[in-house]
């Protein structure tokens, strides 16, 4: 019976390269393409007022050419000028005056779409209009009805009159605003499709232009599970270097483990000779002395065997490539323990996830299940659980229950540490629980201890996966 896989999804949090470089890409863009937006409505506003003033100067003009002066200095306006201006409040207005010699204007001849109301002059007054006589000057006015309008106002001498004459000319420029806004809109509609379009290239940009990376990563990330010794991928020139660099650390990581190992090996040479001399002297003369040195001696050694396997194991943990299926490791340790304990007919109920694998050495997951399980059959009254299940893409949780008498909750902290024992009474240095503990944390893993429902206790160690 397998247990069917756990995926947990682990969102990363650190901010994103792709994400910075859009962002950077869409802050700048957006700011382009509101100035060009502002930009281009303003110069097409501009544009239009030009051709606005233009169209009111050749009112004006119309109105200077075809206006007659009589012998008495009498200005008379032309006969029939723009239809517009016949009807009352139309928007279209113009006027003929002359200065009233008190800084203002006096009103000659006006249009009949005026009718009781008067042009508003420019707002630099007659003396703006003096000192540029001859030139048409443009301003924004409100109509008779509060319309707005743009007029237009020359100050001209004519044949046959001493005294100048001023020709005005508005027209609504509702139609301006109108074009504006109408403009505006467009422009934004448009740019805003410009932008997404902008921003899905850059998008795709970026993620062509970091695929190189991405591989790398993925790469390093093989190594790093074991599923490849080096990186063997052609990277871009910018990207060589430090794929290079890559190799070299984790080659010169691989040369510091074999020697840790070598030093490990040596040391357990040194040191187990001398004690297994000090056990045979004691054993060969039996005494009171001997026996405080032959005990003293075992306790060296077991001491002795417990760090060697401590160093060995983080020195293994550091390696890459280290791979063991972890089905097969159960499958033997259930069948060994049930042959052992068959005098209290014990059942070891084991299950694994398909292509589980402990990244590491099976000694080491032998000795981690092994001395486990051994504790949940030796306490336990005729039934033990195990089961191994992924927790998570680099991890992977072994469960082992017994249905024993159990422990006290106050008690699971004590048991971890050296020397202590389940139960004072069984043989034993105490040292099983606390080696699984260390050498979990030699692998960067734990173990934890709760109640099981079977009614004893139940161990969960978690311990590191790879990828089969």
């Known amino acids: ?64 050419g075809e206006a007659t002066v009589d012998d008495k200095g009498m200005v008379y306006a032309p006969p029939m000028t723009d239809v517009r201006a016949s009807q009352l409040y139309s928007g279209h207005y113009w006027e003929i005056a002359e200065p009233d010699g008190k800084g203002g204007l006096t009103a000659l001849a006006r249009s009949r779409s005026l009718w009781d109301s008067r042009m508003t002059p420019p707002p630099q007054g007659l003396a703006g209009l003096q000192a540029k006589a001859g030139v048409t000057l443009f301003y924004d006015i409100r109509g008779p009805l509060n319309e707005p309008l743009r007029a237009g106002a020359q100050l001209v001498r004519m044949p046959g009159r001493t005294a100048p004459v001023v020709f005005m000319a508005a027209d609504d420029r509702s139609s301006i605003e109108k074009n504006a806004r109408r403009f505006a809109l467009t422009t934004a509609i448009t740019l805003l499709a410009l932008g997404a379009g902008i921003l899905a290239a850059v998008f795709v ?33 910018e990207l060589d270097p430090l794929a290079h660099e890559l190799n070299a650390l984790m080659e010169h990581n691989q040369e510091v483990v074999e020697r840790q190992r070598t030093h490990v090996g040596n040391l357990a040479h040194a040191l187990k000779t001398p004690i297994s001399v000090m056990l045979t002297e004691s054993e060969q003369r039996p005494g009171p002395l001997a026996e405080v040195v032959g005990r003293q001696a075992q306790v060296m050694r077991e001491q002795v065997d417990h760090h060697l396997r401590r160093a060995r194991a983080a020195a293994r943990s550091q390696s890459q490539g280290e791979r063991t299926p972890v089905e097969p490791v159960l499958d033997e340790l259930a069948r060994t323990l049930e042959r052992i304990f068959r005098d209290k007919d014990l059942v070891v109920d084991w299950r694994a996830d398909d292509d589980l694998c402990f990244q590491g050495e099976r000694q ?65 240095s105490g040292l099983g629980l606390s080696i699984v503990d260390e050498l979990a944390r030699a692998y960067r893993g734990e173990l934890t201890l709760d109640h099981s429902l079977l009614g004893g206790l139940k161990v969960v160690l978690r311990l590191p996966r790879v990828e089969n």
């Open 364 to 428: 080491d997951l032998l000795e981690l299940a092994g001395n486990v399980m051994e504790n949940a059959a030796k306490f336990g009254k005729s039934k033990v659980r195990a089961f191994a299940a992924e927790a998570g893409p680099d991890w992977f949780t072994l469960t082992v229950e017994d249905d024993g008498a159990g422990m006290p909750a106050e008690r699971h902290a004590e048991v971890l540490q050296r020397g202590a024992r389940l139960d004072e009474s069984a043989p034993g």
């Open 1 to 64: 019976m397998k247990i069917g896989p756990l995926s947990l999804d682990f969102r990363n949090l650190t901010p994103s390269l792709v994400r910075r470089l859009v962002a950077l890409a869409a802050g700048w863009s957006l700011v382009v393409l509101v100035v060009a937006g502002i930009a281009l409505t303003a110069f097409f506003r501009q544009a239009t007022v030009s051709q606005f003033d233009d169209q009111l100067e050749d009112s004006i003009k119309g109105l200077y």
């Open 205 to 237: 940009q970026v993620r062509i232009g970091l695929r190189p990376l991405f591989a790398l990563q993925r790469e390093v990330a093989s190594v790093r599970k074991g599923r490849a010794e080096r990186l063997v991928g052609v990277y871009p020139v």
